[in-house]
T-cell receptor, first 111, second 114 residues
Framework: GEDVEQSLFLSVREGDSSVINCTYT??????LYWYKQEPGAGLQLLTY?????DMKQDQRLTVLLNKKDKHLSLRIADTQTGDSAIYFC???????????FGGGTRLMVKP | DTEVTQTPKHLVMGMTNKKSLKCEQH?????MYWYKQKAKKPPELMFV???????INESVPSRFSPECPNSSLLNLHLHALQPEDSALYLC?????????????FGPGTRLTVT
């Protein structure tokens, strides 16, 4: 089955850029997603990218997809303390009905 | 509006109790999902409903029984649970099944089994 990997932890200073990385194994995945989860809360869909795109920008968020290396990244510009959370990348299977999540990256933003 | 609501927010139940978790969406979505999330872990898929019919059961024990009474509602009936079933239970929905549409999650029900 699909395997999705993320680094566990990232610490940045307020105002810096954050880059959260994700690798996956199934090259047939069509949509790739980024979710944010704050403590005790559900998952908030941040953005997604279709597999025929290299980049997608949405305000402070930039998603980069390297399909050859099966590498996905989320860049958060001007990171704020409110961005502190766990970020999950998720990949949809070929049938379009099952999401596989990475283990999550805990982002800590220091004032 | 991309809201999925879940009730209750918290639930404590004994191993002999029967309880139900409820999920509702009014976005006209035709696919709905139950996930289980343990602490410091990613969500794990339990069930998928497509057009109100169960389409995927990820080998979930029978003490968890899903139900989709109509296109807006999804229930998860719980009976004879074990302490290891304590977790955050998340509901999600997407516009259509089998298309990779983005899934919108509810806030979850924090379940504690004593």
């Amino acid at each position: 089955g699909e395997d999705v990997e993320q680094s566990l932890f990232l610490s940045v200073r307020e105002g810096d850029s954050s880059v959260i990385n994700c690798t996956y194994t199934d090259s047939s995945s069509t949509y790739l997603y980024w979710y944010k989860q704050e403590p005790g809360a559900g998952l908030q869909l941040l953005t997604y990218i279709f597999s025929n795109m290299d980049m997608k920008q949405d305000q402070r968020l930039t998603v980069l997809l390297n399909k050859k290396d099966k590498h996905l990244s989320l860049r958060i510009a001007d990171t704020q303390t409110g961005d502190s959370a766990i970020y999950f990348c998720a990949v949809i299977n070929n049938a379009g009905n099952m999401l596989t999540f990475g283990g999550g990256t805990r982002l800590m933003v220091k004032p | 509006d991309t809201e999925v609501t879940q009730t209750p927010k918290h639930l404590v139940m004994g191993m002999t109790n029967k309880k139900s978790l409820k999920c509702e969406q009014h976005m006209g979505h035709r696919a709905m999902y139950w996930y289980k999330q343990k602490a410091k872990k990613p969500p794990e898929l339990m069930f998928v409903y497509s057009y109100e019919k169960l389409s995927i059961n990820e080998s979930v024990p029978s003490r968890f029984s899903p139900e989709c009474p109509n296109s807006s509602l999804l229930n998860l009936h719980l009976h004879a649970l074990q302490p290891e079933d304590s977790a955050l239970y998340l509901c999600a929905s997407s516009q259509f099944p089998n298309r990779g549409d983005e899934q919108y999650f509810g806030p979850g029900t924090r379940l504690t089994v004593t």
